[in-house]
């Protein structure tokens, strides 16, 4: 609930730079944000109050480049490929899109929901953990009858993604999340390696 200007930034940087000054081995310190140019602001903001290059040891980003980082880096361990693609919103819907017109669902109703639509459930019930039912039914009421065809098209964006090494965005918290949750090595080889987060 902290607005802009409330510190958020400010605090984070001197929790680090305190860490690093006590003797914390700036590697094991885990810095992540929503964007890049937070990420980048706050490791910059390090160096300046310590006066010291250390703190570009200190592992930083945005939560999905540390998860396509840390996937790739450990891919063998965890059975993925590591030349996955990373495609964005866009790709997305563009897959769906050539999906919704592979069976016909583009000139099927003149009301069926356009790719952007689709994208944006999709993710939503991925973020949420819930299915594609309950989240139309909760929050896109005039698409009801359309369920069944979404989940189609959902089975088909997966499919098609997992055929040609794709991971979205969700993807790359999914996978991260069930991998620490389910792969005791990983897990305990991330612990190891970042004592602060």
């Known amino acids: 609930i902290a607005g802009a200007g409330s510190g958020k930034t400010r605090v984070i940087v001197h929790r680090v730079s305190y860490l690093i000054e006590k003797g914390v ?3 094991s310190i885990l810095l992540l944000t929503f964007t890049r140019k937070a990420a980048s ?3 910059d903001r390090v160096e300046i109050l310590l006066q010291d290059k250390n703190a570009g040891n200190v592992t930083g980003g945005t939560f999905h480049s540390f998860a396509s980082f840390i996937l790739r880096k450990y891919s ?3 059975s993925l490929p590591p030349n996955f693609t990373v495609i964005d919103a866009g790709d997305s819907e563009d897959i769906i899109d050539l999906i919704r017109t592979e069976l016909k669902f583009n000139s099927k109703d003149r009301k069926f929901p356009r790719k952007e639509r689709i994208q944006e459930i999709i993710s939503y019930s991925r973020n949420k953990n819930t299915s594609i039912r309950a989240i139309i039914n909760d929050q896109y009421t005039g698409l009801i009858d359309y369920i069944p065809d979404i989940e189609l098209i959902y089975n088909g964006y997966s499919r098609y993604k997992a055929l040609s090494r794709l991971f ?8 991260l999340r069930d991998r620490l949750r389910d792969n005791l090595m990983f897990r305990q080889a991330l612990q190891k390696q970042f004592q602060y987060v």
Do not use: A, K
């Not at 979205?168 to 996978?175: C, I, K, N, P, S």
């Open 25 to 27: 081995d700036s590697r």
């Open 41 to 43: 602001e706050m490791l």
């Open 76 to 78: 063998g361990m965890l």
């Open 168 to 175: 979205d965005f969700d993807d790359l918290m999914e996978v």
